[in-house]
């Protein structure tokens, strides 16, 4: 069953800390979600367009939801909204195009950068001038994506991209039975936009021994402080890591320089999104359902508050007024089925908008953010296989991606 709206008269969600229950789903995520998905998006799949239209109405509130199947636009698991030009970017791959193999060598620019203009009229051949970024042909290597974050720099819109580069050298197991694994060239991409040809200019590639398995990346508002989530669980590849306390880790990278350390090494076990704001905090949540909120001082890490919802979080995304719009699972056992055909989405998920809330100095315990709902989709009627959600606050209208669907669903609240 769909249900969607806001939730009026302050009926909102309180933020608590996740339950024993969510932890261990949340392990079960991780294991099925992060390690199996990637290369089970292998299915071939014809080149199609497809609209569909679902509207809902709860509570005197209704929203009107399109959903666009294309190419382009399957298995997008980042999304970033440029309010200026209003163009909405996803990291995508394409089902179609992956080999057999994730770490296959001979696959070049696998993965892509789709653009949609978020104003054009859609209904046309080509709903919403949808279009893919060019890649300079300076740059050397390929791109198999796992993290985006981007900002306007002036004039001038500049890219961060996580990249899983192919193999750079050969793990020789102790044990000669074993099978010698790959080890992947992780990398953080800066691409500069050339705006007017649609291309990506190459600006530095930046590589360290602190970048060993990168999930996610969230920058500052000015462009130079970098943080990285290392979890040990990578998109490609077999599950490589351990499911214990202390492995994962966060890491800062600066643009300018290319260095890359360690800042925080505990309690990131299920670290899965990670978005900054226009203030410089830095948003990071959990599969456990918290969210933790940081800044940096001095290059140092320092927690300003916290907060918890009692379902799996999957990606978290900030819109321009500094709300947060996160993505849960209620039904976390269907991301297993999702991840085996991604044809066939079936997952369902909840859409929450959190805004941080004055102090009340009567209430000293009352926690500084409050979760509205927006939309509850139990049966992936809306929006199947959501994994990211961006809200647009100019039109308020909701964009809604993951890596496991087919394409997008555009939200309106009529």
Known sequence: MARAGLQPRRQSSRLVRGTGAVLILAILYKIFFQSIAFPCLTSNSADREDEQDTKQEVDGFSWSCTRLEHPLMEGCEHLWLDEKNRRLYGTCSNFSRHEDTPDSANVTHRDHVSVMEIDSPPGQSNAYNLYQLEIAEDFDGELNL????????????????INHRPSTEIITEEDPEEDPEEKLNYTIEVFDLDEDTGTLLPVKTISSDALDSPNNLAVDPIGDEILVINDYLTKVGPFRGKLTGGEAYLSLCMTESGECRMVANKGFEFANGMVSDSHGRFYVSATTGSVVIYELEHGQLKTLDSFGQQMAIDRISVNAEDNLVITTFPGQFELQKASSDPHEPVVGASIFSTARQKPDTT???????????????????????????????????????GKFSRGISICTRQ
């Open 146 to 161: 796992h993290g985006l974050d981007a900002h306007r720099i002036g004039d001038q819109l500049r890219f961060w991209l």
């Open 363 to 401: 209430e000293p315990d009352k926690q500084g953010y409050e979760a509205y709902l927006l939309i509850e989709d139990e049966d992936g009627e809306l929006m199947p296989s959501t994994t990211i959600a961006v809200h647009d606050a100019k039109t308020d209208r909701l964009f809604l991606a």
